[in-house]
């Protein structure tokens, strides 16, 4: 059985005569007729030519199976009543019975099929009254066929307000049904004719039937099937409800749907108890995470900063610590060419921080240039080479000179002692005056 609706569904009309059935399913929004069959072997069991029919119609359980058809000591009239619920108006037509029905029934059952209001608020009741002891019939034939129905309908529970007479084969062969009542149809078949043209219309404009399909033959089953297909049903069934329960079979169908909406509905509450429950989790970490990066970006330009500043004071650190010179480079030189001799020629000369290389020439061989340069108390001697050039008095001396630390710093440390005592007189209380 479809979970969402009903897309498949048979319908059978069981008499003495003939067992007729057919198969309905929708497609592409429109309701087919998918196979029809007919049973007339009459000498055998009721319960026997259905289940052949069953079989020829390839019917299996899950498929809904309306049955429909003539129930002996049946009464069907049309009653005009107002519009009310179903329970007020099943209590209206059970008193209308006793003076609607020709006859005495005993324990009756009914169906009754309320047609749409007109503008004052009446309506139209069909009713089809008949004996319960009719029913059994019905129950032994699906039990011995071993299958169940939903529902049985009788075929003018399917007719609508405006429908052409109808007559049916295995109904009232002899009469017609129109206006509410059954009359003979006896001299009657010019109009008998044209209400089959027009069924033939409406059944075939409803339904997506066979080509040279007997619409005659079928109508008390494609009343029951336009009944059902309209939805109408499924609103007045339990108007319709008349089979005994062990005769219909069980479906779960409206249980499964619920079990799903529940289902949805526990599934939804738990997401949202989730949500609720990890949602503020979810943000703060969101929001934590969100601040790590942040920090991270700003760790990460401080730290660029950082090199760019350190590049910076290494370079200021190289500017500052590069020495701005000798500042008295005339006055040493000329201090230097004081003391050397005038037999002694400078040929090359090189100053640095490090110190002065000199490359200097002499005819005097035995010259002492570390006594004659003793005097220049910011030099020392570091290096002395001298040779004699082959073959001529000419004397090569190469002479480095480096700074004389100790007595520079000594220079410094008196230059230092005399700005301190300056500084010292300068804050004697009176020194001023004098």
């Known amino acids: 059985m479809a979970l969402l609706g009903k897309h498949k569904f048979a319908v059978l009309s069981c008499s003495p005569e ?13 309701w087919t007729l998918l196979r029809s069959g007919e049973n007339s072997a009459a000498s055998e069991l009721p319960g026997d030519r259905l289940k052949a029919l069953l079989k020829e119609l390839g019917c299996s359980g899950d498929t809904l199976l309306f049955l429909t058809g003539e129930l002996a000591g049946s009464c069907c009239f049309l009653w005009d009543s107002v519009a009310m619920p179903y329970r007020e108006q099943r209590g209206a037509v059970e008193m209308e019975l006793p003076s609607a029905v020709p006859v005495v029934m005993e324990d009756p059952l009914f169906q009754f099929v309320e ?12 009713v089809c009254a008949f004996p319960a002891a009719s029913l059994d019939q019905i129950s032994a034939m699906l039990n011995r066929a071993n299958c169940k129905a939903d529902e049985f309908v009788y075929p003018l529970m399917g007719l609508k307000p405006g429908d052409p007479p109808v007559r049916f084969e295995t109904v009232n062969p002899g009469f017609f049904f129109v206006d509410g009542c059954w009359k003979r ?6 109009l008998l004719k044209e209400a089959g043209e027009k ?12 080509e040279n399909f007997d619409v005659a033959a079928f109508l008390d089953i494609l009343l029951v099937a336009r009944l059902e297909c309209s939805g109408q049903f499924v609103r007045e069934r339990p108007s319709l409800r008349v089979l005994p329960d062990a005769a219909r079979p069980l479906r779960y169908r409206v249980h499964i749907q619920l079990g799903a909406v529940l289902l949805v509905i526990l599934l939804l509450n738990l997401a949202w108890s989730a949500y609720l429950n990890y949602g503020g989790d979810y943000r703060e970490a969101r929001r934590i995470a969100s601040e790590t990066e942040a920090c991270r970006r700003k760790i990460s330009s401080i730290q660029s900063r950082l090199k760019r500043n350190q590049k910076a004071s290494r370079d200021m650190a190289r500017v500052v610590e590069i020495s701005a010179g000798e500042s008295d480079v005339v006055g040493k030189l000329a201090a230097l060419s004081r003391l050397l001799p005038e037999n002694v020629l400078v040929s090359n000369l090189r100053w640095s921080d490090s110190g002065v290389d000199l490359q200097l020439q002499s005819e005097n061989a035995g010259i002492n240039l570390p006594m004659l340069l003793k005097p220049l108390n910011f030099w020392k001697v570091g290096n002395l080479q001298q040779r004699q050039m082959w073959n001529s008095d000419v004397t090569s001396i190469n002479l480095r000179l480096v700074p004389n630390t100790d007595e520079n710093a000594a220079l410094e440390n008196k230059r230092k002692g005399g700005s301190a005592r300056r500084k010292a007189g300068s804050n004697v209380p009176g020194r001023s005056r004098r």
């Open 115 to 126: 047609y749409p209001p007109d503008e004052e608020g009446g309506v139209k009741v069909c």
């Open 199 to 210: 069924w033939r219309t409406l059944m075939n404009e409803l339904f997506a039937l066979p």
């Open 185 to 190: 149809a006896e001299g009657r078949e010019a």
């Open 18 to 30: 003939k067992f007729r059935g057919a198969v309905f399913a929708r497609r592409n929004s429109r």
